[in-house]
């Protein structure tokens, strides 16, 4: 079984800061995921990326396939970014099915 | 498109006592998914549903049983309700390697 673990649990920032969020994992995978918690407990995809790195305006998302490491960042942090971010990677063999990290909790002070 | 719904959004049960939480997608995706969320855990899996007529138990799926349908909708049922089962229920489901998910359920048996 694969192990998903997150740094930091909890993270405060200031506005405009730039945020860094880690995942490593214990079993080999092909793709992983990030997700955002919004405060009202809704859930959003944000990337699947198997290599290198993704871009989806200020958050990029890296992933180091052989050291089983990923990293959210997030230039020029909003309030409006304050949400859970969530880590997952692939369960039993199935790509459909994830297990998921226990989040950092990210809180943008104005 | 509304995506994925889910009903009811709230439910107090009483311990013993049957419900069926209700999901529907719009987006004529083959893989649908139940998941609960408890404090300090990450996202578990409790079934899945990889395409229609198929339903497959996941990490923890003692006390539940699902139905699938059709293609939209993926409903869960709890039997007989325990206090462990307290909880905020989220279906999902998953095209073009993201996952989309409903609003969640937040489940209280007392």
């Known amino acids: 079984k694969n192990e998903v673990e997150q740094s930091p649990q909890n993270l405060t920032a200031q506005e405009g800061e730039f945020i860094t969020i880690n995942c490593s994992y214990s079993?080999?995978?092909?793709?992983l995921h990030w997700l955002q918690q919004h405060p009202g407990g809704g859930i959003v995809s944000l990337f699947m990326?198997?290599?290198g790195k993704k871009k989806h305006g200020r958050l990029i998302a890296t992933i180091n396939i052989q050291e089983k490491h990923s990293s959210l960042h997030i230039t020029a942090s909003h309030p409006r970014d304050s949400a859970v971010y969530i880590c997952?990677?692939?369960?039993?063999?199935?790509?459909?099915?994830?297990?998921f990290g226990k989040g950092t909790k990210l809180s943008v002070k104005p | 498109n509304a995506g994925v719904t889910q009903t009811p959004k709230f439910q107090v049960l009483k311990t013993g006592q049957s419900m069926t939480l209700q999901c529907a997608q719009d987006?004529?995706?083959?893989?649908m998914y139940w998941y609960r969320q408890d404090p300090g855990m990450g996202l578990r899996l409790i079934y899945y549903?990889?395409?229609?007529?198929?339903?497959d138990k996941g990490e923890v799926p003692n006390g539940y049983n699902v139905s699938r349908l059709n293609k939209r909708e993926f409903s869960l049922r709890l039997e007989s309700a325990a206090p462990s089962q307290t909880s905020v229920y989220f279906c999902?489901?998953?095209?073009?390697?993201?996952?989309?998910f409903g609003p969640g359920t937040r489940l209280l048996v007392l």
């Open positions: 990326l198997s290599s």
């Open positions: 079993v080999g995978i092909s793709a």
């Open positions: 549903s990889a395409s229609e007529g198929t339903t």
């Open positions: 997952a990677v692939p369960y039993g063999g199935s790509q459909g099915n994830l297990i």
């Open positions: 999902a489901s998953s095209g073009g390697g993201l996952k989309y």
């Open positions: 987006m004529n995706h083959n893989s």
